[in-house]
Every structure is written in structure tokens, then in C-alpha cells.
């Protein structure tokens, strides 16, 4: 992935996600998913735009069955929030930048 936003497994996920000490945004997709790829450059600029304040992470939910079958995803793309180990927040689909960015507003301001 292109620089901004950091690749997780099913075997990296508890230490990047559930054990940050800030917020993560997990982009929960697969390559075969045409609304996931019209989200990634979105992610990209968010996390280029707000360093520190959130990680921004993706997971391959084919590569990953194990991480995507604990959080129930049965849709993508698939953005969920974790923040002290729990979900605070999902979005479900792909939305334009100023939509997505009002959604995350608590977290990024």
C-alpha cells in the first residue's frame, strides 16, 4: 500500500489495532471490491492529513478470514474505528471525502 496506510493480518491485528494507544481506523476490503478501491485514496489523504490522530489500517478480508469472521463483516468496504481495544465506530460503503471525514469528525478534531 502507498505510504499513509499500513497493511494488518490476522496475525498482526490485536498489537496494531486492539493494543494503539490512538485511535485505529481499519479499512476492512479485497481486491475484487471496485467500492474498495474508490475508498483507499480517500484513506490515504485522511491519514496524510491528520497524523497522529488516527492509524489507518487494511485488511484483506480474503487473506484474513479469521480477523473479518470475529467482527462480522459481511460487507465491504468495511470501516471500523477501534479505540481501547472496541469498536467505536463502523461505516459501512464507500462515500466521498467530506462525507466520511463528517463521520470520523469526533475523532479527528
Known amino acids: 500500500m502507498a505510504g499513509n496506510t499500513v497493511e494488518v493480518t490476522d496475525a498482526s491485528f490485536s498489537e496494531a489495532v486492539l493494543h494503539s494507544d490512538k485511535p485505529v481506523l ?3 476490503w479485497a481486491t ?3 467500492p474498495c478501491r474508490m ?3 480517500v484513506l490515504e489523504e485522511i491519514a ?3 497524523p497522529g490522530k488516527l492509524e489507518i489500517v487494511k485488511l484483506n478480508v480474503d487473506e484474513n478470514p ?5 467482527y462480522q463483516i459481511t460487507s465491504i468496504p468495511a470501516l471500523k474505528v477501534y479505540s481501547g481495544g ?6 459501512i ?3 466521498p471525502k467530506p462525507a466520511l471525514e463528517a463521520d470520523l469528525a469526533g475523532i479527528l478534531a
Open 32 to 34: 475484487w471490491c471496485g
Open 66 to 70: 479469521e480477523t473479518a469472521m470475529r
Open 26 to 28: 481499519v479499512d476492512f
Open 48 to 50: 496524510a492529513e491528520h
Open 93 to 95: 460503503g464507500a462515500k
Open 86 to 91: 472496541e469498536v467505536v465506530k463502523t461505516v
Open 39 to 41: 475508498v483507499a485514496p
